[in-house]
């Protein structure tokens, strides 16, 4: 499964951004989806998390300002973004972990990247 992520751009601190992840096929069932960023010379963090369509897990750095959604009519999962801080900046990939009719598959998107500067 092809993950395309996109919505990534410059805005000011306080902005909001939507960022979009599209799969390229049905998917029978979503196990986990999932946003994270990796900062220039960071480590990859968890942003936000959903489990099995019920169970979401925020950092505690984005609480209360990121939600993640998903639309299964379009084939996309979302992250949206507000009240952006600088420390946001960095790049953002998609992941989904579920079933096709071929089996259990574990697909990441390319970075979009997220710039909050004024």
């Known amino acids: 499964v092809q993950l395309q992520a996109c919505g990534g751009g410059l805005v000011q601190p306080g902005g909001s951004l939507r960022l979009s992840c599209t799969y390229s096929e049905n998917i029978l069932s979503i196990e986990r989806m999932g946003w994270y960023r990796q900062a220039p010379g960071k480590q990859r963090e968890l942003v936000a998390a959903e489990i099995s369509g019920a169970i979401t897990n925020y950092a505690d750095s984005v609480k209360g300002r990121f939600t993640i959604s998903r639309d299964k009519d379009r084939n996309t999962m979302y992250l949206h973004m507000n009240n952006l801080k600088p420390e946001d900046t960095a790049a953002y990939l998609c992941?989904?972990?579920?079933?096709?009719?071929?089996?259990?598959?574990?697909?990441w998107g390319q970075g979009t990247h997220v710039t909050v500067s004024s």
């Open positions: 992941n989904i972990v579920g079933f096709t009719r071929r089996g259990l598959f574990n697909s």
